[in-house]
Nanobody, 111 residues
Framework: QVQLVESGGGLVQPGGSLRLSCAAS????????GSWYRQAPGGQRELVAQ???????TYSGSVKGRFTIARDNGKNSVYLQMNNLRPEDTAVYYC?????RGQGTQVTVSS
């Protein structure tokens, strides 16, 4: 099974930006949809964005217009550019693809 490793999380002030990266261990990653989920403390897991193998994207209503998902199949990677971050975006962000999930990366939005 493919392994996924996220990076790029951190602490940012409201209105700031972060770019998350997810690197897959296998080139078969390019055949599957890549997704970013998030889970806040005490909250439900939420699907944030998805990108299909051919680049079709979908977003949750709460991030549409602020977040952008992209992929680079040559690098077996998917990215999440997050702009105009809000405190309610604070969560652990997970990369998911083909039944595999990464360990997560913490995003904290706070002044």
């Amino acid at each position: 099974q493919v392994q996924l490793v996220e990076s790029g999380g951190g602490l940012v002030q409201p209105g700031g930006s972060l770019r998350l990266s997810c690197a897959a261990s296998s080139s078969i990653f390019s055949r599957y949809t890549g997704s970013w989920y998030r889970q806040a403390p005490g909250g439900q897991r939420e699907l944030v964005a998805q990108i299909s193998s051919n680049g079709v994207t979908t977003y949750s209503g709460s991030v549409k217009g602020r977040f952008t998902i992209a992929r680079d199949n040559g690098k077996n990677s998917v990215y999440l550019q997050m702009n105009n971050l809000r405190p309610e975006d604070t969560a652990v962000y997970y990369c998911v693809s083909n039944g595999a999930r990464g360990q997560g990366t913490q995003v904290t939005v706070s002044s």
